[in-house]
Protein backbone atom coordinates (compact mmCIF):
# COMPACT_ATOMS: atom_id res chain seq x y z
CA UNK A 1 0.00 0.00 0.00
CA UNK A 2 0.63 3.29 -0.77
CA UNK A 3 0.09 6.75 1.27
CA UNK A 4 -1.29 9.51 -0.60
CA UNK A 5 -2.65 11.94 1.52
CA UNK A 6 -3.67 12.46 5.03
CA UNK A 7 -6.08 15.67 5.38
CA UNK A 8 -8.42 16.21 8.08
CA UNK A 9 -8.49 13.14 9.67
CA UNK A 10 -9.07 11.53 6.20
CA UNK A 11 -6.28 9.20 5.06
CA UNK A 12 -6.22 8.44 1.65
CA UNK A 13 -4.27 5.19 0.35
CA UNK A 14 -3.12 3.43 -2.90
CA UNK A 15 -3.22 -0.65 -2.83
CA UNK A 16 -0.87 -1.97 -4.76
CA UNK A 17 0.31 -6.19 -5.14
CA UNK A 18 -2.01 -8.44 -5.31
CA UNK A 19 -4.78 -5.93 -3.04
CA UNK A 20 -5.43 -3.87 -6.06
CA UNK A 21 -8.32 -4.84 -7.94
CA UNK A 22 -8.97 -7.94 -5.87
CA UNK A 23 -12.62 -7.90 -4.77
CA UNK A 24 -11.96 -8.11 -0.91
CA UNK A 25 -9.83 -5.42 -0.72
CA UNK A 26 -12.92 -3.27 0.30
CA UNK A 27 -12.81 -5.86 3.28
CA UNK A 28 -8.96 -5.40 4.16
CA UNK A 29 -9.31 -1.89 4.10
CA UNK A 30 -11.92 -1.62 6.19
CA UNK A 31 -11.74 -4.09 8.96
CA UNK A 32 -8.18 -4.52 8.61
CA UNK A 33 -6.04 -1.52 7.63
CA UNK A 34 -8.59 1.42 9.12
CA UNK A 35 -9.33 -0.89 12.12
CA UNK A 36 -5.70 -0.63 13.05
CA UNK A 37 -5.17 3.05 12.04
CA UNK A 38 -8.03 4.65 14.15
CA UNK A 39 -6.80 2.35 17.21
CA UNK A 40 -3.30 4.02 16.87
CA UNK A 41 -3.87 7.42 15.79
CA UNK A 42 -7.59 8.22 17.36
CA UNK A 43 -7.81 11.63 15.41
CA UNK A 44 -8.00 9.43 11.98
CA UNK A 45 -12.21 9.24 10.81
CA UNK A 46 -11.65 7.79 7.82
CA UNK A 47 -9.38 5.74 5.44
CA UNK A 48 -10.49 5.55 1.55
CA UNK A 49 -8.53 4.07 -1.26
CA UNK A 50 -8.22 5.58 -4.63
Same mark, same amino acid.
Given at each position: ???? #??? #? /? !? !? ?8 ? /? ?9 ? /? ?18
Amino acid at each position: MELV #DVS #D /G !V !VTLRLTGACN /GCPMAVMTLRH /GIEWVLKEQVPEIKEVVAV
